[in-house]
Structures are given as C-alpha cells and as structure tokens.
C-alpha cells in the first residue's frame, strides 16, 4: 500500500501565476482533505472532498479550489499566487463513514515557494 | 467553536527522561483527539487517538496520552526519551459533526539532548 501520494514535492512559482497540486488516497480512501502549514505553524483546513463535491471548506480565499476525480484523486489550485502562499501543502485522505471515520492519513505534502 | 491548545512551544529533554507534551482542548461536543508527529521535510504521522473509548491511550513508539474531560486536556507522555523523538509534534482534535475536519494546534518541537 503505497498510503497518501503527492506531487510534485517542491515547486517554485512567480506572484501572480496559478499552481495545481495532486493528491492520491490511500487505497480505499474516499475522503480527501487539504492543509495549508506554514512555517513553524500547525497545518490549517482548506477544504474536503468526497463524492467529487466540496464538502467543507476552512476559511480561505476563493483563490484556493479544488477538485475530486472519480479515482477519489484530488487537485488542490491556486490562483493569482502571494508571497502569503508559500507553505506546505498537505493531502489527507480517509474513509467517510463506519468505525474508521475520525482516522486522517497525511502524504508527505508539496513544498510550494512564491517568489 | 473548537480549539486545541499547545502549552510549549519547544521542550528540551536529556536521553532517557520522561517525555511531556501538553495539549488542551475546548470543544462544545465530545472531541475525537489525536496526536501526530512530524520529521524534518516530511508529512504527518499518527502516533495515537483518542476516540471516546479508553481514556488511557496507547500508541506507536512507547507514547500514549490520557484524556481527562475534567482538565480538557490530552497531554502526551513517553517514559523514556531516544534521540530519534527529536521532531515537531501536533496535537488535533475533531467533532463527528464536522465531518472529520481537524483543528491542529500549534506544535511543540522536542529536542532530545545526549
């Protein structure tokens, strides 16, 4: 089981330009959620997916969408990129529903860079 | 509204010491609980959770936390601290009704000295 996968692992972008990250569940995961975590702070909710539909969205920027594919895979876009933006993006996937329903596994996240 | 709540933000321990993290929460329902650690550069690890069966947790690498509703509190503990402990850990919490959605707090690095 390869567990939680995210590409790319670093990126540099320019102010101003847009950006798609990927995420692919853990096998069986239907659930995809994003995380912003910036320097020295704890990761904070962007949104959640499941069905292919935005379940539940933290307070961000409408600059921040996203996507579910029907593979459960998820893309996480920003738009018109600020300096602010630079963290670490981080993927989280589980199962919506039954006894595993409050268990999140994390990928290894993208290193997003705004200069 | 909930919040998790980490008293600390760095903790230095020598090899060997008991290991203490807190975390406090406020929640409005009973809380899921969870604490995570992270290694340089890379993504988040569960290392336990509380789920409102045994209060007393057990988890992964020796850790294990306590949820005591009277204290609000989830502090994390290890009886005897390795250098390979040394890393950024996170408490979270979640409410059923919020679909799964975690509230982190802010991190505690634990630094553990030879």
């Known amino acids: 089981d390869a567990g939680v996968t995210q590409s790319p692992t670093h990126l540099i972008k320019t102010r101003g330009q847009q950006v798609t990250l990927r995420c692919s569940p853990k096998s069986g995961h239907d659930t995809v959620s994003w995380y912003q975590q910036a320097l020295g702070q704890g990761p904070q909710f962007i949104f959640q997916?499941?069905?292919?539909?935005?379940?539940q969205r933290g307070n961000f920027p409408d600059r921040f969408s996203g996507h579910q594919f029907p593979n459960y895979s998820s893309e996480l876009n920003v738009n018109a990129l600020l300096l602010g933006d630079s963290a670490l993006y981080l993927c989280?996937?589980?199962?919506?529903?039954?006894?595993?329903?409050?268990?999140?596994?994390f990928g290894q996240g993208t290193r997003l860079t705004v200069v | 509204a909930q919040s998790v709540t980490q008293l600390g933000s760095h903790v230095s321990v020598s090899e060997g010491a008991l290991v203490l993290l807190r975390c406090n929460y406020s929640?409005?329902?009973?809380?899921?609980l969870f604490w995570y650690v992270q290694y340089p550069n890379q993504g988040l690890q569960l290392l336990l959770k509380y789920t409102s069966a045994a209060t007393l947790v057990k988890g992964i690498n020796g850790f294990e936390a306590e949820f005591k509703k009277s204290e609000t509190s989830f502090h994390l503990t290890k009886p005897s601290a390795h250098m390979s402990d040394a890393a950024e850990y996170f408490c979270?919490?979640?409410?059923?009704?919020?679909?799964?959605?975690?509230?982190f707090g802010q991190g505690t690095e634990l630094s553990v000295k030879p």
């Open positions: 929640s409005s329902v009973p809380p899921y």
């Open positions: 989280a996937s589980r199962v919506t529903g039954g006894a595993k329903n409050t268990e999140a596994f």
């Open positions: 979270a919490g979640a409410t059923y009704n919020q679909g799964g959605k975690l509230i």
């Open positions: 997916y499941y069905e292919e539909e935005e379940r």
